[in-house]
């Protein structure tokens, strides 16, 4: 049976697609038959990110008209068997869709004979009908934030409203764009600062990392690689499937005077 | 900037958990109006045991407010709940007055029934400073609820709050 997970978090910018492209390739790099759904619809990302936007012929807005049938608007990834996307349409707003009609769309999937493991929607910023519509017939959120004052604020609040829907106890939070030397410094909410103010559970903590601009720029995934965000996302993934994963050290290890100091503290 | 100012100063970390540690609290609130309905009728609930209210002209809301010594403002619920009359008790026990943290008991008074109300909020200040017990034993005397009918005992009244200023 299908899960159904939505990437959302409020605040735009966060790494919500980045993370939907990284958890999808992760599971489906695990085994696991995934299919990722953009519901961004007039401001698609999920594709780019993917490396897929040459391959869309039929979108989600499509299949919710009747143009096409479902599995015409899947585009498998060639790089990663098990991986498909629904993307959505650019030229139309979050209002060609409604949420009855995305609890159709994801009941079909889950009907499908390919038993997919997971559907994961990738969520637009905001409140309003996208958010609705991504959280429709979600059962599991992951809501990514950074750990800023106003992305924390505004993931607050979209925590509020998942608990209103029911998502109550069916929440953990992925803490996007870390940087180790300024939490040292103070100067930045830790991962325990976090936890403390929206009292859930954070099932990852991903590094800023260069390495993420250059994986977007040639639309592949990092995933799984040697980078510390590479090695963040695997570890959540792994996390998703219930294994106990320990925390990466994400600190990055740049210079003389630190690995100094490492080496007297102690490896953490 | 001093060595001492270093150890006192908190850090940018430290200074955004408490700032959104209080915001989150406002925004929790002013979000869930369900919450607030309820408390709203909560308050109604226990103040109308003891004394009639005007429950449409009834404003309860989430402001904030600045404790003693400390620069940050807290959330605080203000009440603004007008009294039409003292009930007339059922022989209610002293009461400890338990008012919610920042609320003011406003006494808008309905112009009809200027006497009953300028007495009304007479014996609302009182019962601020003083116990019910007094108020209630002088209340089984009376039988005003709505209406300013029982001329005799009203003056009554009066003559006893005369009594005790």
Redesign the interface.
Known sequence: MSEVIVVTSGKGGVGKTTTTANIGTGLAKLGKKVVMIDTDTGLRNLDVVLGLENRIVYNLVDVVEGNCRLKQAMISDKRCPNLYLIPTAQTRDKSAVTPEQMINVINEIRDDEENFDYIILDCPAGIEQGFQNAVAGAERALIVTTP??SA??DA??II?LLDSKGLSGHEQVIVNRMRMD??E??????EE?VK??LQLDIIGVVPDDENIVVATNKGQPLVGDSSLAGQAYENICRRILGEDVPRLDISSNKGFLRKLSKLFKGSK | MGLLDFFKKK????V??D???L??VS??AN??PEIMEQIKNDIIAVISKYMDVDTEGLDIQITSTDLDGNSASVPAIFANIPIRDIRSSQGHPSVANQEPSGAEEGAARKPKNDQAAADNSAEKSANKNNNNNKNNNNNNNNQNNNSNKNGKNHSGYKGYQANKR
Not at chain 2, 11 to 14: A, E, H, L
């Open positions: 800023e004052v924390i604020r607050d609040r509020g300024m939490v410094r103070g100067d930045m909410l830790s600062d403390d103010i | 850090s940018s970390g430290d955004a958990k700032r959104l540690k915001l989150l925004d929790r979000c869930s």
